[in-house]
């Protein structure tokens, strides 16, 4: 079969022509398998077809799935891939509970996988996508979008492999199917409590600077404090990450400040947990001399000292949600809506407490 003329991929590769030369030399194999994937032959293996199909679909070369016809029986229970970019937290935890949950009550399978490290390396993208083919993922949940990169999105894409987010970091959009909670109003109603227990000076420790969820809960702050007539001190917002280590860190420096808040905000429980060590190690007590508010409300939260009151994220309910949207999309069924928010909710236990005249 001689070889064609391949059309440019989203008008990305302006006059340059991709042949079967190209397209086998990508995959690693010859131009015959290559043709015989093309032609539809019985005899290459499921993970080359998979991968030179995902190639091929990328120059919209071909059909980015078997025809139906030759397409070979899906295994009777559905499966979906769970991807997680970060090492095991109490947060992530908990999302990927929710999604293991939720898969066991719908008899679907979940494969719970790590982002590979060597993602960015010639071709790495292609094989991963094409073993998702060859292994009829049905689709792939994300624990968080901010090392998917435009590459993996457009591959799976063009694989029509469905893709959901959860609690993504950067701010939704169309061609991304995401869940997440209302961050926002979390971070108002965190202050909120802490305002109507007679606290003015309320700092706050948040995680980087660009996760849109980040962001949010800290304009939440901004606007219960703004809304209270209360003015943020220069040196009470703090950012870091979502970890322990920020939370101590960004503690210590808060609470040694000439003017220290009377309460902290922390944008995660762990944060707060740090918070709260922060404090203990300067013999401030909690929450005698220093109210600690965390977000989530993971298992964390009830083992701290004293039990932490938090901003419960309905994680678990994120998951699940996730992996019925993920269903829907392989179903290929149209969505209401390619963004949806899970309310969230104070949960009140023994880390905050009124403000005693000095």
Known sequence: MADAAVPPRNGKQGSGRATLAVIAASAGVSVATVSKVVNGRADVSPTTRALVQVLLAQHDYVARRPEPARAVARPAQPTIELLFHSDMSAYSIELIQGVL?????SGIAVVVTRHPANAAAPGRVAQWVADLVATDRRAVISTMDHNLTAEDVEALAAARVPLVVMDPVHLPVVEITSVGSTNFAGGVAATQHLLSLGHRRIGYIGGPVFAICNQARQQGYRAAMEAAG????DGYLRTGDFLYETGLREGLELLKLAEPPTAVFAGSDEMALGVIEAARSLAVRVPEHLSVIGF?????????????????QPLRDMGAVALRTAMRLAAGENLDSHHVELATQLVVRRSTARLEPA
């Open 101 to 105: 949950d939720a898969g066991a009550a």
């Open 230 to 233: 209360v003015d943020v001190p």
């Open 296 to 312: 989530d409300d993971t298992y964390v939260a009830q083992l701290s000292s004293p039990p932490l009151t938090t901003i419960r």
